[in-house]
Each structure stands twice: as C-alpha cells, then as structure tokens.
C-alpha cells in the first residue's frame, strides 16, 4: 500500500507517501489560491506513481457523512462544496479526509505519546488552541462535529482560551506594551527566566488559563492521558507545570486519584500527515 499524504494548511501544504507504516518523500508547496490549482499540484505527487489511496488533514469540520468540510479557514475554497465526491472522481482512487487537529491526536494515540492510554484528550496549543477527543482509542467528534475544539471554552477572565492563552497572543501583547519587536514565544520565555515582570505575567496567566480549562476537561471526561500538541509543547517543562498547576487544582478539590498522565506529543510537525494516513487505513478497513 502506497498512499499520497496531504495536510493542507494556510500557507503551506505538506506532503509525504506513506509506504510501510512510513513517511517517505517528505516535501511541500505554497498553499494554492484555488481548488483548480490545488488538483494540479495534487496530479504532480499522483501520477505515475502506484498510488492506493489518497489521505487528506485539512481544516475545518470535516463532515464524512455529506463528503463536505463545514466551517472557515485560511483555505475557504475547500469548505462547503462536495470534496470527497469531487477528488475521488478526479484521481480514480479511495480518499479519506479528516480534521488536522484530529488526525493530529489520531497520530499520537496510534504511535505517539498517547499510544499506551484509553481516553485521551489531545490539546494543540499554536496559534488558536484546539484538540482531538478519543474515547477508547476511538476519535469521539461529537454530535455536531465540535469534539475537541477547547479553544472555545472561555476563561475567568471572559475571552476564550484561544483569544487568551497561546503563547502568540502573549507575545503580541508584550510586543503591544513594551514597543518591542520580533518578541515570539521563545523569546517571551527567555525574557520571563531573565526576571523581566511582563514577561513573566503574561505566561503565568497563559498557565493559570491552560490549567483551569485542563481541570474542567479532566472532571468532566476523566481522562488516562492529556497530550499537549503545538509549538509551545517542545518548550522544556511546559507540559510539567501544567501538570504541576492541574493536581495542585485536583487536590484542592479531594480528588487527586484521576490525576492524569499530562505529556507533550511526540511527533510535532509529521503528526497531521501520518494522522491522516492511519484516518484513511481505519475509513477504507486496511487494518
């Protein structure tokens, strides 16, 4: 079996063939400005090759049942309009579409981080904060297609969790308050451990943010395993404060015993694509 692997973002579409539980050939494009120029950039990694099937991440509500992907993104040309019909009478081949956080948490359930836990919940922390819910090693997308998307569930403070808690949007704010530029996460955590006051505010609310919504998440659903996904995760002991911040909370409230295990993921920027590939092998019965 030798799929063609496409995760489509705003800027910048990657790509693989995945061949033997691999990733093989790894390249990438600029994001197309329409879904015509997107087909031929697709025929290019397509043809004259032996390809089984095609296995998509994207953004957006990946709705299977209707073979449409609902809601906006960067890429609106692939929302609201019949794509899985259109691609497999394109290209002649079997092709599975999901969600890019889902097939994100898909990757780090199958052989990831998450690989060796039940219920899982899978936050992405980038830009806008997102997620994946699984349920018995199974992709639980809720009735209206809405599982996961944590970066709706509001803060203390009011604004949602992706308004208020990314490491982004602090950087932005230190940028707004100080004058200074080129400040990115990496930096703001550096000006934190330098003692800088801002600094250190804007990431101990990003903390306090994270770690009030991980405790809401974690009582309601009582996960095994919260995987944290995203730019900000390869940070060295970010994902151990918000566990340090979560039992403190747990505790607090008598129920320290469903603690979960709290991790970052381990496959960071090839999680979508080999997501999408084992999403394809589940939907076409290849396992």
Do not use: W
């Amino acid at each position: 079996m030798k799929l063609a692997i496409f995760d489509i973002g705003g800027t910048t579409v990657k790509t693989g063939y995945f061949v033997n539980d691999c990733l093989i050939d790894q390249s990438s494009f600029t994001t197309p400005k329409s879904f015509a120029d997107l087909i031929k950039k697709m025929h290019q990694l397509i043809d004259d090759q032996e390809i089984t099937g095609i296995a998509i991440s994207a953004p957006g509500a990946v709705d299977t049942k209707l073979g449409k992907i609902n809601g906006i993104s960067a890429v609106p040309y692939i929302h609201h309009r019949p794509i899985f019909k259109e691609l497999v009478q394109e290209f002649q081949l079997p092709v599975a579409i999901e969600n890019d956080a889902n097939c994100a948490g898909i990757c780090e359930v199958k052989i990831g981080a998450g690989k060796d836990y039940q219920n899982v919940a899978f936050i992405v922390i980038g830009t806008g904060i997102g997620g994946a819910v699984f349920i018995d090693k199974k992709l639980y997308k809720g009735s209206h297609l809405f599982g996961g998307e944590f970066g709706l569930i509001k803060t203390a403070a009011g604004p949602t969790l992706s308004l208020r808690a990314t490491i982004v949007k602090a950087a932005a704010a230190y940028e707004k308050q100080t004058g200074a530029s080129q400040v990115n996460g990496e930096k703001l955590f550096a000006l934190s451990e330098q003692d800088d006051q801002l600094a250190q505010k804007l990431i101990t609310q990003i903390y306090d943010d994270l770690a009030n919504a991980l405790y809401d998440i974690q009582v309601a659903f009582d996960f095994d395993a919260l995987i944290i996904g995203g730019g900000v995760s390869a940070h060295p002991g970010f994902s151990a404060e918000l566990a340090k911040r979560l039992q403190d909370q747990l505790t607090e409230q008598s129920v320290a015993e469903i603690m979960p295990v709290v991790k970052s993921c381990q496959y960071h920027n090839d999680a979508n694509l080999y997501g999408a590939a084992y999403n394809f092998i589940v939907v076409n019965g290849r396992e």
